[in-house]
């Protein structure tokens, strides 16, 4: 994949859901559209903790689970899935500088001045989900209530969402995820993860009948 190539319009698309048929696990693309022979193998210095919602697992068009399948040095905590709370503090070891990685009013930037303040390898807990959800993380878990909150900033670019964003940063979890480790472990780590998210956006409108392919590039197709 090198990108979205289209023919792009100014009219708002509307992207329909679809119950993909056959899905794959890891991707959840249809088996001829699977991406997962493009997911690079990426052991970083950079821990990521995705912190998700039970019913976020089942939306095809989540695209935390890809990002944890590029990272070696990753998890995932499943939140929902019990009438017990998840306990994170396990996650509050001195080995790293932890940080949530959630937009409150008082979240840090995370920009190089930052990172650049220890040597210590920075973790990153990131809440995976709606925003209602990801809200939860940040004011249920007391657990985290003294663990810094840092954002980005940067306006999100891209052409075509999975879903609707409300606000202009508003990003896919491994697009943020994306911005947040090129910032973190250097641009070349951001390009292949947003190659990664590139793919899977295209992919997912080619099986909603958006995308077409055509020769060197995708045409759009247009709804009513």
Not at 59 to 70: C, D, M, P, Q, V
Not at 160 to 189: C, K, N, S, W, Y
Request: with cysteine; charged share 30%.
């Amino acid at each position: 994949m090198t990108g979205i190539r289209v023919g792009l319009s100014r009219r708002k698309l509307k992207l329909t859901r679809k119950k993909t048929k056959d899905p794959c696990p890891i991707c959840y693309l249809t088996r001829p559209l699977c991406i997962c022979d493009s997911i690079p193998t990426l052991d970083l210095n950079t821990r990521v903790c995705l912190i998700v919602h039970v019913n976020e697992l089942k939306r095809s068009s989540n695209t935390g689970r890809l990002a944890l399948k590029a990272l070696v040095n990753s998890e995932m905590r499943v939140r929902g899935d019990t009438r017990e709370t998840l306990d994170l503090r396990d996650l509050l070891t001195p080995r790293y500088r932890t940080f949530l990685f959630y937009p409150t009013v008082d979240a840090v930037e995370l920009d190089n001045e930052l990172v650049a303040q220890t040597q210590t390898p920075i973790q990153l807990i990131v809440p995976d989900g709606t925003w209602r959800q990801a809200r939860k993380v940040h004011s249920r878990h007391h657990e985290l209530k003294d663990v810094p909150r840092v954002k980005i900033s940067t306006p999100n670019s891209s052409k075509f969402q999975l879903r609707a964003q409300h606000r202009p940063e508003g990003m896919a979890t491994l697009q943020a995820i994306a911005h947040a480790l090129g910032v973190i472990e250097g641009d070349r780590v951001k390009e292949q993860l947003m190659k990664l998210y590139d793919a899977k956006v295209e992919r997912t409108l080619i099986g909603r009948g958006l995308l077409r392919g055509g020769g060197a590039g995708f045409g759009l197709e247009e709804t009513a």
